[in-house]
C-alpha cells in the first residue's frame, strides 16, 4: 500500500500536535481562507486550526467532550463492527473517547449504526465503511479510509470471523476455506496494512504506543468438537500474534489476541437460520439434546459463573491491552472461568 502524500502529511500533523500535548484528530479539508501556510509539520506551533502544506488543506479538530475517558482521541477501526460483538465493542470504545471506524461487509447496516452513534456521540467521531477483510484492496482502502478522515489508526481490534460447524463428513473445502480466510487470511491483511500506518506514527514520535488486537475464541486455546474449521482459524490466528508481537515490538506496537467465552445472546449463536446453537443440534454435538434450546442450556451449564461472555467483557480486555505498555504476544482469557490457562 502506497501511502499518498496527503496521508503522510495528516499523520505528521496528528503526531506533531500529539507530541505538544494537544490532543486532536486531523481530516482533510477543501481550500479555504484563514490557512496557515507552512512547509511541514514539524513548524506547528500548537494553536492552529486549518494549515495549507503544498496546497493541501487540513482541519485540526480538538475535541475534549472526552476528556479523561479511557480512550480519549484513540483512532480505533473495529472490523465487522456493525454486528455481534463487534457492534458491542463499538459502543464501549466510544463512549470511552475513541474515533471509530466501523468496517464491515454489510455496509448498509455498518451506515446505520454509525449514524446512530453519530446521534448520541457528535458527527465526526465514527464512520462506517464497506470491507471484505479477506480481500487485499478491501483491507487497503479501509486502512487508507480511517487515515483519511482522523489523521492516524491507534487501535486495530481484528474482530470480524465466522464459525461453521460440521463434522469431516460434513465438512467440504470451499466451506473450510472461507472461515479460513476471514478468520485468518484477515488477520495477516488487516495487520500487514495498519502497522505501515503504526510505524509511520511511531517515525514521527518514539514514545507513541499502538495497538493490534485479534478477537480470538476460547476455542483458540482448547480444540472444538465438530467446529474444527473455526477451531483451527483461532489456534492459527493466537500463533500470528506471537509471531506479530516480535516482529513489531521494536516500534511500539503491541499485539495481543483476546479469548472470549460464548458471546450467547449475539446472532453468531442464537441467530434462528444459521445461528450455532442450530448448527449444534443439526450436527448432534450435544449428545441427547431434542431440542435447540436444550443445546443452549448445555452451553450455558459449562460455564462456572453461569452466564454467557457480553461485549462489555471483551471491551474491558480490549481497553487493558491499549493502557498496558508492558504487554504483548498474550492469548487473554474472558470466559467466565470456561477454559483457565495452564
Not at 199 to 211: E, S, T
Amino acid at each position: 500500500m502506497e501511502v499518498c502524500e496527503v496521508c503522510q502529511n495528516i499523520i505528521a500533523i496528528r503526531m506533531a500536535m500529539l507530541s505538544k500535548g494537544i490532543s486532536c484528530y486531523v481530516k482533510s479539508v477543501p481550500p479555504c481562507e484563514g490557512a496557515k501556510k507552512m512547509d511541514c509539520a514539524c513548524k506547528l506551533e500548537g494553536d492552529e486550526k486549518v494549515i495549507e502544506i503544498n496546497g493541501n488543506y487540513f482541519e485540526i479538530v480538538r475535541d475534549d467532550k472526552y476528556a479523561g475517558k479511557r480512550l480519549n482521541n484513540k483512532i480505533a477501526i473495529v472490523t465487522g463492527g456493525a454486528q455481534g460483538f463487534g457492534k458491542g465493542i463499538v459502543d464501549e470504545i466510544i463512549a470511552e473517547g475513541a474515533l471509530v471506524c466501523i468496517a464491515d461487509f454489510n455496509d448498509a447496516l455498518a451506515i446505520k449504526v454509525a449514524g446512530e452513534l453519530e446521534e448520541q456521540f457528535g458527527k465526526g467521531r465514527v464512520f462506517a465503511v464497506k470491507a471484505d477483510v479477506s480481500n487485499e484492496e478491501s483491507v487497503q482502502n479501509m486502512v487508507k479510509a480511517t487515515v483519511a478522515a482522523f489523521g492516524g489508526v491507534d487501535i486495530l481490534v481484528n474482530n470480524a470471523g465466522i464459525a461453521r460447524a460440521g463434522s469431516l463428513e460434513e465438512m467440504d473445502e470451499k466451506t473450510f476455506t472461507m472461515v479460513t480466510n476471514v478468520n485468518y487470511k484477515a488477520y495477516f491483511l488487516c495487520t500487514k496494512y495498519v502497522s505501515m500506518v503504526m510505524k509511520m506514527q511511531f517515525a514521527c514520535n518514539n514514545n507513541y504506543y499502538a495497538d493490534i488486537v485479534q478477537i480470538s475464541s476460547k476455542s483458540g486455546l482448547e480444540g472444538s468438537n465438530k467446529n474444527f474449521a473455526y477451531a483451527g482459524s483461532k489456534f492459527g490466528g493466537i500463533g500470528l500474534t506471537q509471531s506479530f508481537a516480535k516482529e513489531l515490538c521494536p516500534f511500539k506496537i503491541k499485539v495481543n489476541s483476546i479469548c472470549p467465552g460464548n458471546y450467547l445472546d449475539g446472532p453468531l449463536w442464537s441467530d434462528p437460520e444459521k445461528g450455532l446453537f442450530k448448527q449444534y443440534f443439526e450436527a448432534g454435538k450435544v449428545p441427547g439434546a431434542k431440542s435447540v434450546e436444550d443445546v443452549r442450556k448445555h452451553y450455558m451449564s459449562l460455564v462456572p459463573m453461569n452466564r454467557g461472555c457480553f461485549p462489555k467483557d471483551v471491551a474491558k480486555a480490549i481497553m487493558y491491552c491499549v493502557e498496558q505498555e508492558y504487554e504483548t504476544g498474550q492469548a487473554i482469557p474472558v470466559t467466565g472461568g470456561q477454559v483457565m490457562l495452564n
